[in-house]
């Protein structure tokens, strides 16, 4: 029998004050969560941290340290709330400075005398960092060890997120299959659902009410990397709503 393949797993960590006040809405969660699965990187943790240096620091150790990969995002700006990079390098016990390969790609967008000190904040790389490419602004994420530093705004994140994405290790694939459960109650089906997971431990499945425009829906999906463990737990769900509708 071949070796069961250790999963590839990543976390997310979303710096900024302005996510945890509410008055930005984060929508870098779900298309990072969503590119991972499709090349079977499991997201495993998303955190939140303020602005703050030892809670960015801290959370980037522990995450780094738990996963394959860590994407952060936010914090890489040019004004003085964006600590991301330097707490990046306290992180790894690097320096940092002005690199001089970020200076030129800003440069592509600047001229040099307007190069202030504000924005060579955003060249500002940790000490043995690799550069990630931003084509919509150009100023530049970095990558370091399993660290993936890269922009809040969403446009500029997902740019970045296509260069990285391709080096990544990938894994299986996760499959997903979605039953209709109707208009029937979770209540109704919840004992014989545990019956099943319990029967079938090597996929997971879940249940989903929620509100449509023709009334109230319950869906129940089946997620794993086995098909045929994945179809045979459906088979068994899809015949106990059967006995349930009648």
Do not use: C, W
Not at 141 to 154: C, L, Q, T, W
């Amino acid at each position: 029998m071949p070796e069961p393949i250790a999963p590839v797993t990543a976390a997310v960590l979303v710096i900024g004050d302005e996510i945890l006040s509410g008055r930005t809405k984060d929508k870098n969660i779900g298309s990072i969560a969503e590119r991972l699965t499709e090349i079977g990187i499991d997201l495993r943790e998303v955190r939140v941290v303020p602005d703050e240096a030892s809670e960015i620091v801290s959370a980037v150790n522990a995450l780094r340290a738990r996963y394959t990969y860590l994407f952060t995002t936010g914090g890489i700006g040019p004004t003085h709330d964006d600590i991301t990079a330097d707490s990046v390098a306290a992180a790894f016990e690097v320096g940092i400075d002005v690199d001089a390969r970020a200076r030129a790609m800003l440069l592509e967008r600047h001229k040099p005398e307007d190069l202030n000190e504000a924005r060579l904040r955003m060249a500002r790389i940790p000490h043995g960092a690799d550069l990630i490419p931003n084509p919509v602004s150009k100023a530049p994420g970095f990558s370091i060890g399993n660290v993936f530093v890269m922009a809040g705004v969403p446009q500029i994140m997902n740019a970045m997120l296509d260069a990285v994405l391709p080096g990544l290790s990938q894994g299986v694939p996760v499959l997903a299959e979605t039953i209709e459960a109707g208009g029937l109650p979770e209540g109704a089906f919840a004992t014989g659902l545990s019956a099943i997971a319990a029967r079938h431990g090597s996929v997971s499945i879940g249940s989903y009410p929620s509100m449509t425009q023709s009334g109230f829906a319950n869906r129940i999906v089946v997620r794993g990397r086995d098909a045929e463990a994945v179809a045979a737990a459906r088979v068994e769900i899809e015949a106990m709503l059967e006995t349930l509708k009648r």
